[in-house]
Nanobody
């Protein structure tokens, strides 16, 4: 069974940091593009960050560039999202996703075939 399980979301004050984890089972993250997306109430799901299967190239949305870092531990089959300098605008449910088809457009939700259940991040100002 293919599964992604996120963890690490919680309530944090503005300016603080969090690290989200995404543990994969039934798939190998090193053979997949992996992404993080988020969705705030009333908004569409939006791209946050991605890491390519080959070479580990990383991509970020403009709103998180310089503050968030995506990484992976192939031995643990886990992807991380380190979030620093959190702002109230970062409040959302964060989703991990896997693109086993290795699409070029890593920013599109439609490129991903497997999604986690999401983890809530709330930033208080």
């Amino acid at each position: 069974q293919v599964q992604l399980v996120e963890s690490g979301g919680k309530l944090v004050q503005a300016g603080g940091s969090l690290r989200l984890s995404c543990a994969a089972s039934g798939l190998t993250i090193s053979n997949s593009n992996m992404g993080w997306f988020r969705q705030a109430p009333g908004n569409e799901r939006e791209f946050v960050a991605a890491i390519k299967w080959s070479g580990g190239s990383t991509y970020y949305s403009d709103s998180v560039k310089g503050r968030f870092t995506i990484s992976r531990d192939n031995a643990k089959n886990t992807v991380y999202l380190q979030m620093n300098s959190l702002q109230s605008e970062d409040t959302a449910v964060y989703y991990c996703a896997a693109d086993r088809g290795l699409h070029l457009a890593v920013v599109r939700t439609t490129s991903y075939d497997t999604w986690g259940q999401g983890t809530q991040v709330t930033v208080s100002s």
